[in-house]
């Protein structure tokens, strides 16, 4: 059974920094990208940060560019995904969710396109006050 667990998500000041950590296990991660999207309140859900794993590339979209940053776990932490997030704003309040999926539906995916991602996690609230 394949399982994502996100942890990390709480409540900072606004200019803070927040790390989430996705936990994977059951799927072997070599030819997947595993991805955090968000979702504030009455807003769609958004793509924010992808990381291939193959190629170890990332993406971002603008709102996290030079702000957040993607990084897998060591090779003690391999199967666990960071986001990194700094300088956060009133507007990164969001639940965060972690997904995986092969590297074409994540991007899709990120950008908004109508293709289901197959593995989800349940979500961790970030929440920046001023």
């Known amino acids: 059974e394949v399982q994502l667990v996100e942890s990390g998500g709480g409540l900072v000041q606004t200019g803070g920094s927040l790390r989430l950590s996705c936990t994977i296990s059951?799927?072997?991660?070599?030819?997947?990208?595993i991805a955090w999207f968000r979702q504030a309140p009455g807003k769609e859900r958004e793509g924010v940060s992808c990381l291939t794993i193959f190629n170890n590339t990332t993406l971002h979209k603008d709102t996290a560019k030079g702000r957040f940053t993607i990084s897998r776990g060591n090779a003690e932490n391999k199967n666990t995904v960071y986001l990194q997030m700094n300088s956060l704003r009133s507007e990164d309040t969001a639940v965060y969710y972690c997904?995986?999926?092969?590297?074409?539906?994540?991007?899709?995916?990120?950008?908004?396109?109508?293709?289901?991602?197959?593995?989800w996690g349940k979500g961790t609230l970030v929440t920046v006050s001023s």
């Open positions: 059951g799927l072997n991660l070599k030819d997947y990208s």
């Open positions: 997904a995986v999926d092969r590297p074409p539906v994540i991007l899709a995916a990120m950008w908004g396109l109508k293709y289901e991602v197959d593995y």
